[in-house]
């Protein structure tokens, strides 16, 4: 059964403001209105006013009375409870995945990772970069969907999107991490080859760990 019109432009409202919000069109800790939201997605007032409680359902906004909605604020406990998130989803995500995951799946995950890193080796050039940021991204969303769990999938969706505004203003990986991300990734991808279960999720928390301190160091030089 299809969603209706009124559900669908909610979503697409939704879709819009994330876009918006990780373009930094809209600022982490802004006071928005309603219709500064309708000018900002282009959306109608009906979608906006439908999709406020999903976003706050999502933590992305909150209303402070007599003032407006406000934007979700980047600070030390959100680096905290977020990247806290991940270590939990990601470690089990893995664990299924190195299970269940074809042999061709992981070998073609691997020689993804290995030709991204030996271009990045080459030249990290702004292509280079946008491609190994997707591959990041789309690496970790495949672990996770392959749970077959939209619970789970949909908190991943939506931490990733506060993850994203941690790391950085304009959210790309930063040129000197290409490599030192894709070892990462390469790391978790032996251990999925071995199909090493602990390995694996050995793997994926020291992954994890080292993007948290990069955000926690980010965060205590703004403090």
Known sequence: MSASPD????????????????????SPGQIVSQRELVAL????LGAIREMIPRLEADGLIK???????????????????????RHIIEGEAIA???????TE?????????????EEAIAHVSPDVLQ??????????????DAMGNP??????????????????????MLPELVVPVLDEHLAICAALSARDGPAAVAAIHTHIES?????????????
């Open 41 to 44: 997605t282009g959306m109608p």
């Open 7 to 26: 559900l669908r432009l909610r979503d697409h409202a939704y879709s819009n403001f994330t876009q918006k919000l990780l373009a930094r069109d809209i």
């Open 63 to 85: 209303t402070v009375p007599k003032r407006g909605l406000q934007v979700l604020s980047i600070d030390l406990d959100l680096v905290r409870n977020a990247f806290q998130l």
């Open 105 to 117: 799946e992981i070998d073609r995950l691997t020689a993804q990772h290995r030709n991204m890193r």
């Open 151 to 172: 619970i789970i999938s949909d908190i991943h969706r939506v931490n990733a999107i506060k993850i994203r505004l941690i790391r950085n203003s304009d959210t790309r």
């Open 131 to 144: 491609r190994a940021q997707q591959i990041d991204w789309a690496f970790h969303d495949r672990i996770i």
């Open 211 to 223: 993007a948290r301190r990069r955000a926690l160091g980010l965060q205590e030089d703004f403090r």
């Open 96 to 102: 299924v995945f190195c299970k269940a995951a074809t």
